[in-house]
């Protein structure tokens, strides 16, 4: 398996070289040369796996760089009922209207990037001490990448790790939950803007090939291809928790903002799963729903984007987006650099007429919910079922019940626990409703914090990060 790049002038990578590497050279995401396919015989047998014998089965056909024996260790030593609460790892539940939840956010930061970055951390520690090498990451989250970074990465050797959040722009819960540590391994940099400039500010390092290349800068960020990969495996597991035959067709409501964990579905549709829709929920930062409404893609700037209450989701220039229209413009690598340009230049671009193939070819679909469609379908879902959900799981579960069709069999995968955005839960539930929290995140808001407020410049994050890393190199 060798891995391109999405505009078409880097050279082709294995695994570990894209695992290692961020952005590829020319400024393009990698991806699978070509998608493996999966028979109608081997999805019978996939059934009967269980979680971590299913993830080694799917990753194998990805990673072939990587002997089989340890990759099979690395997958088993991830996915463990100690990690993830059970040894479902990803249970699925069904709410009263037969809508199903698939269950993401077991994991040790309660949300779902949990279930890829746990396996990161694991295969970034074993390329590195195979290739005796040193690896400094450097992301951006809006909200729960960071932490289930921070806590995948936490001690792990030859690792550090510097992560950008939106100052003041994230639950008090996940500003604690990521500020609260206190590894020598761990930078936390607030800057004063929105997600996108956090994101902007990680493309801008990543794109200086000598500063990367000398600092050894690596991301996490769901534009590293093993992110993508590991949130495959759990559309094929959630597949077959609610299928009995290959001939029945199961859909997927996402909630959606920098297309990352939606793109897994993408990847495991072109695989051969059967897949009938992919469903992006957005909120109130709806550029996704208006490029899958209309085909346009119009990245918004920082001061346009709202501040909601699911703040995970605020993001108006989402990055795995360009691994989709890679497939949907036929993988013209000419074509995609000059799209590009056009966002880079805060222009976007218009593939109207290819509107139809995103509905029919890719099954995608989109819908968007407000601020006060979410808190009702938190009370409403409460109400029925006795569940406390997210506010971004609110906004799947909102889309997918304005957007099922008869017949259809709807999941929609679950964002994070309502502990995250307890705020938001009250103002929903009643001011005084005892949000329910693992007794390991007790009073985590009053721990002690340690963050570097730093302006919405790359040139200074860069100085910082240098500053850092020479007293690390020395």
């Known amino acids: ?24 050279t020319d400024g393009g995401l990698s991806m699978p040369k070509e998608y493996p396919q999966i028979s109608a015989a081997t999805l019978d047998a996939w059934r009967r796996l269980d979680y971590p014998s299913l993830a080694f089965e799917i990753m194998r056909l990805f990673i072939d760089d990587i002997p089989e024996e340890d990759l099979r260790f690395l997958v088993n030593k991830t996915y463990t009922a100690e990690v993830f609460g059970s040894a479902e790892i990803t249970p699925l539940r069904t709410l009263k209207d037969g809508l199903h939840v698939l269950g993401l956010s077991n994991g040790p930061t309660l949300a779902f990037k ?20 040193t690896l400094n990451i450097l992301g951006a989250t809006s909200g729960d990448t960071g932490s289930a970074a921070e806590y995948a990465m936490r001690g792990k050797y030859g690792i550090s790790v510097f992560m950008l959040s939106p100052h003041n722009k994230m639950s008090a819960f996940q500003r604690a939950q990521m500020y609260s540590l206190q590894d020598e391994n761990i930078f936390n940099i607030a800057v004063e803007g929105m997600f996108d400039d956090c994101q902007d500010i990680v493309k801008n390092i990543q794109s200086d090939l000598a500063f990367k290349e000398k600092y050894r800068i690596g991301t996490v960020n769901s534009i590293n291809w093993a992110r993508i990969l590991a949130q495959v495996v759990y559309y094929f597991k959630a597949y077959f928790a609610v299928s009995d035959h290959n001939e029945q067709r199961v859909s997927f409501c996402v909630p959606s903002g920098n297309f990352g964990d939606i793109c897994a579905g993408h990847v495991a549709r072109m695989m051969g799963l059967p897949i009938g829709r992919l469903v992006v929920a957005t909120n109130e930062n709806d550029v996704l729903d208006e490029f ?43 074509q995609m650099r000059a799209l590009w340009a056009e966002v880079a230049a805060g222009r976007g671009f218009d593939l109207q007429t290819k509107k139809i193939a995103m509905q029919q070819q890719f099954g995608f679909t989109s819908g968007r919910s407000t601020h006060g469609q979410r808190i009702d379908t938190i ?30 069999t709807m999941i929609c995968l679950e964002t994070a626990l309502p502990a995250k955005f307890e705020e ?23 721990a002690a914090q340690r963050v570097q407020v730093m302006p919405n410049n790359a040139d200074a994050v860069k100085m910082y990060l240098r500053e850092n890393l020479d007293k690390i190199i020395d």
């Not at 879902?381 to 006795?386: F, R, T």
Request: hydrophobic share 40%; with cysteine; glycine share 4%.
């Open 379 to 408: 009370r409403a879902v409460y109400a029925e079922d006795h569940e406390v959900i997210d506010p971004h799981t609110a906004a799947g579960v909102y889309v997918a019940r304005q957007l099922s069709q008869a017949g259809e």
């Open 1 to 24: 398996m060798k891995y391109i790049s999405t505009r078409g002038q880097s050279p082709q990578m294995s695994f570990c070289e894209v695992l290692l590497s961020g952005l590829a």
């Open 424 to 446: 938001t839960i009250r103002e929903a539930l009643g001011a005084d409703f005892a949000v329910p929290r693992p007794s390991r995140w007790d009073n985590i808001e009053q």
């Open 114 to 133: 949990d279930i890829a970055m746990q396996f990161l951390g694991n295969v970034f520690e074993y390329v590195l001490s195979k290739q005796s090498q």
């Open 292 to 334: 899958f409404q209309s085909g346009q893609y119009r990245p918004r700037a920082a001061r346009e984007v709202a501040v909601t209450s699911s703040p995970s989701m605020d993001i108006a220039k989402a990055s795995n987006l360009e691994r989709f229209v890679f497939d949907l413009v036929e993988r013209d690598t000419v």
